[in-house]
């Protein structure tokens, strides 16, 4: 559906953005209605060739158009004409009037659907969790994403939505599991993993950081969001390192320790993705890291097998590491970075010699198929964490208290500074 949360919501060491439509399709749900079957989100329902789906097409144009009185009139006499399909229609009621400024209409209207006979879909149980959350009312917003998951546990989009007011609550070990969640069951999702970055960025977690960064980056290379994720990448790239331009191979590396372990131990990796982006910056004598230099050092590093051999624990290293190491075993550093440019405008890839498109199609349609651990272990708040090679309770859905973030030790990187929020806004 056409995004509701399009504002930052303020984290306090950074910003979080909601944002509904996944950036590559991915299989969803479908929901009987009537002789129907209707898609998680209702935007993507072909309206059938009748009056009333005349009628319903007619009303999305105005929509999208912004004209959302006249919308709104097509849906209600769509309605009177088909009542059968209530739920759909109502939704796209709600979903105008809300975005025309009229949340109570919109609230009533979904509330309306809800209780009509016929079978529910997700995307109902969103716009009801983000109107309440716009109204500050985050406990019942909260509720209103669990109904939705107590039907579809999978949805990406309940679970996105459920992080981002967790998150507005301070609630980030329960908000951390809840975006694991989202990008396990759509790895497309962009939003998700920029939220998860920031959100391990802010928490002590600069590992996992680069690891959600890179994804993300991969999937939305241009933009505000991407120039805010560049910089939080530069900023945990030069913590605890101390230049060297006399030796620029030789720059003075901190070495953190006790940093939280709960992905994993963080320390060698991120002394050596520090190190190569040191001797790149000195060498280049530039201020930072580029795009390109900072995916091929996250893919250098990731690839050695020594750094993390074995079984790991933690979210990240099943997760993303398997793919960084499979692409780096793969050769596809050259086609990794082409790809982000093509993708972000950047680079004409009709320049690029016939070898090197090939590399870089090839390299979308492996991207593409790749099989992304889907049972990557999400440890709940609470829960202990096990050692690497240990073996790990299947994890549970059911809602948790958590306890307020704790600050890392003073020998560990200190949280993410503040982004700018003006550019941390969708582009």
Known sequence: MRPLRTLPLLLLPG??????????????????????????????????????????????????????PRAIGKYRRALELDPGDGKTIRYEIANSLHTSGDPKGAMEELQTALAVPGADFPELFVMLGNLYDGEGRADEAIHAYRRGLDQWPDYFNLH?????????????????????????ANP???????????????TGYPVPALMAFGRFLELEPAGDRAR?????VDDL?????????????????????????EEGSQEKLYTVLRLLAARLRNI?????????????????????????????????????????????????????????????????????????????????DWTLGFAWNSAAPIREPGEAAPSAGAPRAAPTDGPSSAPAPQPPPASAPHPAAPPNPDA????
């Open 284 to 364: 280049g004598g530039r201020g930072k890291s580029t795009l390109p230099e900072f995916l091929g050092m996250l893919l250098e590093a990731t690839g050695d097998d020594r750094i993390y051999p074995g079984v790991q624990p933690g979210f990240a290293l099943n997760y993303y590491l398997p793919y960084y190491r499979e692409m780096n075993h793969r050769g596809d550093a050259h086609a990794y970075t082409n790809f982000v440019f093509a993708s972000s405008g950047a680079q004409n890839l009709g320049k690029l010699g016939a070898a090197e498109r090939g590399k870089v199609v090839n390299f979308r």
């Open 188 to 202: 497309a999702h962009a939003s998700s993993h920029f939220n998860l970055g920031m959100l391990y960025a802010s």
């Open 228 to 232: 805010t994720a560049l910089s939080v």
């Open 160 to 184: 996105f939505n459920l992080g981002i007011t967790l998150v507005a609550r301070n609630r980030y070990p329960e908000a951390r599991a809840e975006f694991q969640r989202a990008v396990r």
């Open 424 to 427: 941390a806004k969708p582009g």
């Open 15 to 68: 910003a979080l953005l909601a944002q509904s439509a996944p950036a590559l399709p991915a299989p969803e749900p479908t929901a009987p209605v009537g002789s129907k079957s209707i898609p998680a989100d209702p935007s993507t329902f072909a309206w059938p060739d009748t009056p009333a789906g005349k009628l319903m097409r007619d009303g999305i144009r105005l929509h999208d158009a912004g004209d959302y």
């Open 237 to 261: 790239l030069k913590r605890g390192v101390e230049e060297n331009p006399a030796e620029p191979d030789s720059p003075r590396i901190a070495n953190y320790t006790g940093m939280p372990d």
